[in-house]
């Protein structure tokens, strides 16, 4: 009998267990979820582009039209924006990025944003007082977004084009 009593109780137990109204579980649902999402990213990791030298653009044949991206009194460009693809040299390598089609032409057959494997670049013009959609040269901010979408890189600098 005693052994009876113990088992009800047990049943009776797990059963209040499930009857959670619908918003409840669909809070329980939202917060297992939330900690799947946090537990899946991979930690931060800042990308820090070096300069593309001459030396480079010599050897990887980097100098057809388009544009590159220099930080301010810089001599070097940190990024080189061609028709196709564009080049930025982060650690030892240099990285390729294939240009994004559907996003906003720069002269020289350059476009706005860039793909790569784990990130992808864009080039976002700054305000300044020329207004030519024409111009050549203009103050721009550059950002590296890593595979997770967060911004793993940013400068202010100058877009120079060429044809």
Known sequence: MRTTAVVLTVLVALAGCGDKSPAEKASD?????????????E?????????I?????????L???GCSFRKKGAADPLFIAGRDEGYMHVGSDLKRFASKKESADLPGGARSTYMGL??????VRLPDAATGADDQAWPARL??????ERVAF?????????A
């Open 63 to 65: 100098d057809k039209p």
């Open 29 to 41: 649902d939202a917060k297992d979820i939330a900690m799947v999402k946090q537990m899946s990213r």
């Open 118 to 123: 784990s990130s992808w670049v864009d080039l």
């Open 154 to 162: 940013q400068a202010d600098g100058v877009v120079t084009c060429h």
């Open 43 to 51: 930690p931060f990791k800042p990308i820090v582009p070096t300069t």
């Open 143 to 148: 950002v590296v977004h890593d595979a997770q």
């Open 53 to 61: 030298t001459a030396d480079d653009i010599n050897r990887y044949g």
